[in-house]
């Protein structure tokens, strides 16, 4: 952790949730933020788009932010069950995670697509958290560096900023499955990452670099210490306030 750089705690539900329950976790999460005046990082959750506005409602007076998981390219049109960056704004959203590997994988999001993702979040006035991470096989083939660098450099949107543009390391096989990088392989994945940025950014140094991939209260400690880590994404440790809290706490 730097500090030059904000932490960033997000929460990511997937698609998981209805409202009454979301709202009950959400509810309490909330109250634990309002135990702190002034959190030294931010916090976000990002619920399935049927529940941004509801949970934009829980938490708008707290220091909770909340985020899309997906958008479209476009700002409106014909594109059957899509949503827009604009729409994830109007419903309260002021994040939109791109390009997650389930999206890579499930919908074959290339960088191009995740690229214009993050340029279309920004033009609707949301931060992007653009995620990267190899799968195994490319791990065990040695090419995480060199996946790493392509998708970064391919993904990053025209335009990024540190103030508008978050990167999320996830290895692909971390994510679900309570495995985890080490703290060292974790330091090289963000350290490569870092240097990256400084070729394509100017304010590369600001940038936020999260790491993502089973993060729970048990490994949050100790993987927020690893240098150019500068926040968390987490899935299954963020539904339950109770899980997800102790995330918070590390950082907070
Ligand atoms: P996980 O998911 O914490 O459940 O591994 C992380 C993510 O996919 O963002």
């Known amino acids: 952790m730097s500090n030059q750089r904000r932490p960033l705690i997000?929460?990511?539900?997937?698609?998981?949730?209805?409202?009454?329950?979301?709202?009950?976790?959400?509810?309490?999460l909330v109250a634990e933020a309002k135990n702190h005046s002034a959190p030294n990082c931010d916090i976000l959750i990002c619920p399935p788009a049927t529940l941004v506005r509801e949970?934009?409602?829980?938490?708008?007076?707290?220091?909770?932010?909340?985020?899309?998981q997906d958008c479209h390219g476009n700002e409106s049109g014909a594109h059957?069950?899509?949503?827009?960056?604009?729409?994830?704004?109007?419903?309260?959203?002021?994040?939109?995670?791109?390009?997650?590997?389930?999206?890579?994988?499930?919908?074959d999001e290339s960088n191009a697509t995740v690229k214009a993702k993050a340029e279309a979040a920004h033009?609707?006035?949301?931060i992007a958290i653009v995620c990267v991470g190899e799968t195994l096989a490319e791990r065990e083939a040695d090419k995480t560096l060199e996946v790493i660098s392509?998708?970064?450099k391919n993904s990053l949107p025209s335009g990024a900023t540190a103030a508008n543009t978050v990167i999320a390391y996830e290895p692909?096989?971390?994510?679900?499955?309570g495995k985890t990088s080490t703290p060292d392989d974790v330091a090289a994945v963000h350290a490569h990452i870092r240097k990256?940025?400084?070729?394509?950014?100017?304010?590369?140094?600001k940038m936020?670099?999260?790491?993502?991939?089973?993060?729970?209260?048990?490994?949050?400690?100790?993987?927020?210490?690893?240098?150019?880590?500068?926040?968390?994404?987490?899935?299954?440790?963020s539904l339950k306030a109770v899980d997800f809290w102790p995330i918070v706490a590390t950082s907070i």
């Open 150 to 152: 392509d998708q970064v």
């Open 196 to 205: 990256e940025l400084g070729s394509l950014l100017d304010d590369s140094d």
């Open 55 to 68: 949970m934009a409602a829980v938490t708008s007076d707290s220091a909770v932010e909340i985020g899309g």
């Open 80 to 107: 059957t069950g899509d949503i827009s960056a604009e729409m994830l704004k109007d419903a309260g959203a002021s994040y939109c995670i791109v390009g997650h590997s389930e999206r890579r994988a499930d919908h």
């Open 10 to 28: 997000a929460g990511n539900w997937k698609m998981n949730g209805l409202a009454a329950a979301a709202a009950t976790e959400l509810k309490a």
């Open 123 to 126: 033009r609707g006035g949301l």
């Open 172 to 177: 692909v096989w971390a994510i679900g499955t």
């Open 208 to 237: 936020r670099i999260l790491y993502g991939g089973s993060v729970k209260g048990s490994n949050a400690e100790e993987l927020m210490a690893v240098e150019n880590v500068d926040g968390a994404l987490v899935g299954g440790a």
